[in-house]
């Protein structure tokens, strides 16, 4: 299966924990996305890369929330002191260079703070 | 800011039967556009796309969407329904100045024998 893969699919954390997802994007897709859904809600932008550099960051990123592609390649997502606002879908995509707009998505990781 | 809305949270179609899936935007320009479809454990597949052009654009699995830029509306239609239709639907909305979506709160839709 070539498409985006995230890790892990689900995670449950207990508040005040730290966290950290990985998405794996399309190989050659140089911009990679970062989403949040909630219940009953479309995806929420959080942050996007191109290649290694993050070049936007929604005001929903607290400063709990840091992301990083360091190669270019992989990308991870950690959240620190989970608070239960944080349960969400947290989504993954990619696009290839020059079509900005054509973003794959991976299934996602449901976390859950308790 | 650009935003996104779809009127129905749920909608309920017999198989066989036509679909028709409202989404309305809010932009200053003409945005570019898309629909896209969550089935469960899945995860978002892009349906189909409005850079420019032509206004009546074809998807993939049957679908097609009408962008009317009088109604700012881009709503997402297939003439007969299958059983393994039924998912969640999003529209979205892409600023042409940036690379980011901005999506609607979704159509679920249920496909009744």
């Known amino acids: 299966d070539t498409g985006v893969s995230q890790d892990p699919r689900h995670k449950i954390t207990k508040r005040g924990q730290n966290v950290t997802f990985r998405c794996d994007p399309i190989?050659?897709?140089?911009?990679l996305y970062w989403y949040r859904q909630t219940l009953g809600q479309g995806p929420e932008f959080l942050t996007y890369f191109q290649n290694e550099a993050q070049l936007e960051k929604s005001r929903l990123l607290s400063d709990r929330f840091s992301a990083e592609r360091p190669k270019g390649s992989f990308s991870t997502l950690e959240i620190q002191r989970t608070e239960q606002g944080d349960s969400a879908m947290y989504l993954c995509?990619?696009?290839?260079?020059?079509?900005?707009?054509?973003?794959?998505f991976g299934p996602g990781t449901r976390l859950t703070v308790t | 800011a650009q935003s996104v809305t779809q009127p129905d949270i749920h909608i309920t179609v017999s198989e066989g039967a036509s679909l028709e899936l409202r989404c309305n935007y809010s932009?200053?320009?003409?945005?570019?556009l898309f629909w896209y479809v969550q089935s469960p454990g899945q995860g978002l597949q892009l349906l189909l796309k409005y850079f420019s052009g032509d206004t009546l654009v074809q998807g993939i699995k049957g679908f097609e969407a009408e962008f009317k830029r009088s109604q700012s509306s881009f709503n997402l239609r297939k003439p007969s329904v299958h059983w393994s239709d039924a998912a969640e639907y999003f529209c979205a909305v892409g600023d042409p100045g940036y690379s980011t979506l901005t999506f609607g709160k979704g159509t679920m839709l249920l496909v009744s024998p």
């Open positions: 190989s050659e897709h140089n911009r």
């Open positions: 995509a990619s696009s290839p260079p020059g079509l900005a707009y054509e973003q794959y």
């Open positions: 932009y200053g320009a003409t945005p570019y």
